[in-house]
């Protein structure tokens, strides 16, 4: 499962990401860095058109086609590979309209007596994509409604012990397949299975995250250095 994300990159370095991996040379989006990014909110994915790649704003919250309301949004924010085939909601998105959720990291929360919350991110900390459908609604608004929900699978050797499920995460190679309208099933289940967290790490950091409203660089800070700042606060500023 992926509840909250996080996309920290500046403007120019998420530019230059999408210009030598799906050849998008500008987008005039209203962007600035989350590190605290939750359903309901628009998030950046990019989708393939016949041409060309695409980027663009879609909310995160899955509204079938059929819906004619928006109550199942904050329930459909991801969808799991195993039956995403089968079931009425996604099954036409996972044949014709599947798109990539852009992403620097994620948290995943460790259930116990006190939940604490991880961070998972790249040892390099380069953006990555997370495999994604999409749909537009045209019954619950007067304009069309385009929303997103993030696929799903069971969690590798990495997460196992905090969560049993994670985000389905594609390599640069995986994410060309998974946008090719050509692509087969087997292909797509083969992406889905290879899908791990080679080359990602995780770390403790502190609840600050934990309530969606907070954002900024304080969301992803290990939790030792949190405390350091907390222990350098109360010894030296407020005493």
């Known amino acids: 499962m992926c509840g909250r994300f996080i996309v920290s990159y500046t403007y120019d370095?998420?530019?230059?990401?999408l210009q030598s991996n799906y050849d998008i040379s500008g987008f005039d989006l209203d962007y600035s860095e989350n590190y605290n990014i939750s359903p309901g909110q628009p998030i950046l994915s990019v989708i393939k058109t016949t041409t060309e790649y695409k980027v663009g704003y879609i909310d995160w919250g899955f509204i079938p086609p059929f819906a004619?309301?928006?109550?199942?949004s904050f329930k459909m924010s991801n969808a799991r590979s195993e039956t995403?085939?089968?079931?009425?909601?996604?099954?036409?998105?996972?044949k014709k309209r599947r798109s990539l959720i852009l992403a620097s990291g994620y948290y995943e929360w460790e259930r116990k007596e006190i939940k604490q919350p991880y961070v998972i991110k790249k040892t390099s900390n380069d953006l990555f994509a997370f495999a994604a459908i999409w749909t537009v609604n045209k019954l619950v608004n007067e304009k069309p409604v385009y929303t997103t929900a993030m696929l799903t699978?069971?969690?590798?050797?990495?997460?196992?012990d905090i969560h049993n499920r994670m985000p389905?995460?594609?390599s640069y190679e995986d994410?060309?397949?998974?946008?090719n309208d050509n692509s087969t099933d087997e292909?797509?289940?083969?992406?889905?299975?290879?899908?791990?967290?080679?080359g990602f790490h995780k770390f403790k950091v502190s609840n600050f995250v934990n309530k969606s409203s907070n954002n900024g660089l304080q969301c992803i800070e290990p939790i030792w250095w949190s405390v350091l700042i907390i222990f350098y606060r109360n010894k030296y500023i407020y005493k």
């Open 13 to 17: 370095e998420l530019l230059g990401f």
């Open 68 to 72: 004619k309301d928006k109550k199942s």
């Open 153 to 160: 699978k069971e969690s590798d050797d990495l997460l196992s």
């Open 168 to 170: 389905v995460i594609l």
């Open 84 to 94: 995403i085939k089968e079931k009425n909601s996604f099954k036409e998105s996972f």
């Open 187 to 198: 292909q797509l289940n083969e992406i889905v299975s290879r899908s791990s967290h080679n």
């Open 175 to 179: 994410s060309l397949v998974w946008l």
